[in-house]
């Protein structure tokens, strides 16, 4: 440490330089902390699947619903241990831009299957007994100032309003908890028969089903057994791991993982020669005073050790505060409207770190091998 002030002084040479290259290195950590975000809120239903737990839904398509009676059938083969019925609503709240995920369930059987979710006791009675009572998370509830005992109006592009009515009127009667880190806390879900009751098409009819199985060693013989019981049915099934289901949804957008390798890869890539170019030109122009140090004695393993620190002081301070903002970002930042709640894991904070600290050693190391290997009198006679 007690050499500090003499790479802080060093980087102060060139204030301007060393300002914009601790903003490239900000720049690509803000970027790496904000993707690290996007993807774990589109894999988050990847990440926390249960292992018993299997979707139903239509062979064909997602879009494509099932008859409600299949919730009886599936919920009568063996190994099966309790089957939830749900639907995508698509609830628009006030303005076409406030669309959020909405789905009518059956609280009893959803409660009893997603176990996860923690309710109040209090409130778990009001949505049982209240026909068009809604369970809203507590991100939604934030995002529009609402609070327990308010009753709000949604619209539905896909269900369209309901009969003699101009809008769905919900009574907000509890919120949620989701154990599980990483869960989901910004939907909002309401009761199937008040939903089922008052849409004039496709009555009768639901999105998909969640079954609990026994015994999670069995999933499978018990997802082949689901569609087994349905085929050659004018509604086929396909039964598939909870898991599966959740990374075949996000990547209707793509690879996820892999487009965001991509580009952090080629933002850090850039970064690397930039910061590495950086530290090249500065040594070149300390030419002589690094001979100046070690006439005075320091050794070339402490030249080394002092244009290494320099690189991490770049790195170090432009990755720290990339990811601070990141982090900061995602956590005081409104909901997102159009894309699932972003969520930087400490995994990933952890990861960006070391990636600063092996980008200011890489970005440094060959600066700092020239001037350990730079000889007194080659030093001294360059100017």
Partial sequence: MKFLSLVIASLKRKKLRTVLTILSAFIAFLLF????????????????????????????????????????????????????VSSWFGGIYQDPKNFFATIPVKPETFLDVYREFKVPEDQKQAWLHTRN?????????????????DTVPLTSPIWGQPKD????????????????????????????????????????LIGWTTVRVKNPDQAAAIAKA???????????????????????????????????????????????????????????????????????????????????MESLFIALVGGFLGLGLAWLFVAKAPMPSTIPP?????????????????????????????AMRLQIATALRKN
């Fill in 133 to 149: 009572g809604a369970l809203v998370g507590p991100a939604t509830m934030k995002r529009f100032g609402w609070k327990i005992g």
């Fill in 33 to 84: 902390g904000l993707l690290c975000a996007l993807r774990e809120g589109l894999m988050g239903g990847v990440n926390i699947a249960d292992a018993d737990r299997l979707i139903v839904r239509n062979k064909v398509t997602l879009i494509q619903p099932l008859p409600e009676s299949y919730e009886a059938r599936i919920s009568r083969i063996p190994g099966v241990d309790a089957v939830a």
């Fill in 165 to 204: 009515q101009s809008a769905w009127d919900f009574q907000i009667v509890g919120s949620y908890e989701v154990t599980k880190k990483g869960g989901d806390n910004s939907t909002f879900y309401f009761r199937h028969d008040y939903f089922d009751e008052g849409k004039v098409k496709r009555k009768g």
């Fill in 342 to 370: 972003l969520n930087l894991l400490n995994r990933d904070l952890i990861t960006g770190a070391l990636i600063a600290v092996a980008l200011g050693l890489i970005a440094g190391a060959m600066p700092a091998i020239q």
């Fill in 226 to 308: 689901i569609d087994t019981e349905f085929e050659n049915s004018p509604y086929e099934t396909k039964a598939e791991p909870e898991g599966a289901f959740a990374a075949s949804f996000a990547q209707q957008i793509g690879d996820v993982g892999k487009i965001i390798t991509g580009v952090v890869s080629a933002v850090f890539f850039t970064i690397l020669l930039v910061a590495g170019n950086t530290m090249s030109q500065a040594v070149r122009e300390r030419t002589e005073e690094i001979g100046v140090l070690k006439a005075m004695g320091f050794t070339n393993g402490l030249v080394l050790v002092l244009v290494l």
